[in-house]
């Protein structure tokens, strides 16, 4: 990567930090900090030592949406075509991500934050689709699966900036805090997270963005493959005894007493 970094990692096993640091621009999201971004993530998607990552902007600004002046001095076309890798690469990012979002989460900034498995917010926060107002549609996708296709199309057609409260009351954002307890609110529920095994983690975000786009049944015979796949590896029977112990539930012919 050329130039100065645009983003902040700190990595505290099982957990990493990544901050935004593009403030005096609001964080927008110039091509410059999405590749770092993108790479930042990647990195540690790879480190089997991290299971959880949070992502915040500050207690300021989350993000003010992707950088104006590149929009309007690129071509769309090629322009789009990054952004839709960018959108996939933070969107079916494969561990668990908790977003924190201090002040305003914009139109990209706010799509970024939608990526959150978990989403904590800050009281003073804002979230919102302006794009309508400018003759843009606002992306519909990710926010339909989080509070339903109806509210997401209603939020995209009126514009409309939301409190943090009033996201909460959405089933946007998950939780809202004290600004000035906002990462650490976000530590806590990554920490909460990364108790459990990396392997069951990796498979719940595997399904939870993909059981979405299929029926039923093709859906739950996606999630069971993925069970099979963990018992295989061997670790879970071997957990799943200590949990039948732990209930007092025999598990083997000797346990019951028998021959």
């Not at 900034?109 to 606002?138: H, K, M, Q, T, Y």
């Amino acid at each position: 990567m050329s130039g100065p970094s645009l983003i902040r990692v700190t990595t505290e096993p099982p957990l990493a930090l990544i901050e935004l640091d593009r403030k005096l621009q609001k964080n927008a999201l110039s091509m410059a900090l999405r590749n770092e971004l993108e790479t930042r993530l990647a990195t540690l998607e790879a480190d089997d030592a991290v299971k959880a990552v949070v992502l915040t902007g500050g207690v300021d600004c989350f993000s003010a949406g992707f950088d104006l002046k590149e929009v309007l001095a690129t071509d769309f076309r090629a322009f789009g075509h990054r952004a839709v890798e960018f959108t996939e690469q933070t969107y079916f990012f494969a561990k668990p991500l908790v977003t924190a979002v201090g002040g305003p989460a914009l139109a990209g900034g706010f799509d970024l934050a939608v990526s959150g498995d978990v989403i904590v917010a800050a009281e003073g926060a804002s979230l919102g689709r302006p794009e309508i107002r400018f003759g843009i549609n606002p992306l519909l996708t990710k926010l339909s699966q989080r509070i339903g296709v109806a509210r997401a199309v209603r939020l995209s057609l009126t514009g409309e900036i939301l409190t943090a409260q009033q996201a909460q009351a959405l089933g946007l954002v998950d939780r809202v805090v004290p600004a000035a307890g906002l990462l650490a609110a976000a530590r806590e529920e990554a920490a909460r997270i990364a108790r459990h095994p990396l392997p069951a983690l990796l498979a719940v975000k595997r399904a939870g963005r993909a059981v979405p786009f299929m029926g039923t049944r093709r859906a739950i015979e996606h999630e069971f493959g993925l069970t099979a796949e963990l018992i295989a590896e061997g670790s879970v029977k071997r957990a799943l005894r200590d949990y039948a112990r732990g209930l007092g539930i025999a598990t083997t012919t000797e346990e019951k007493g028998g021959p």
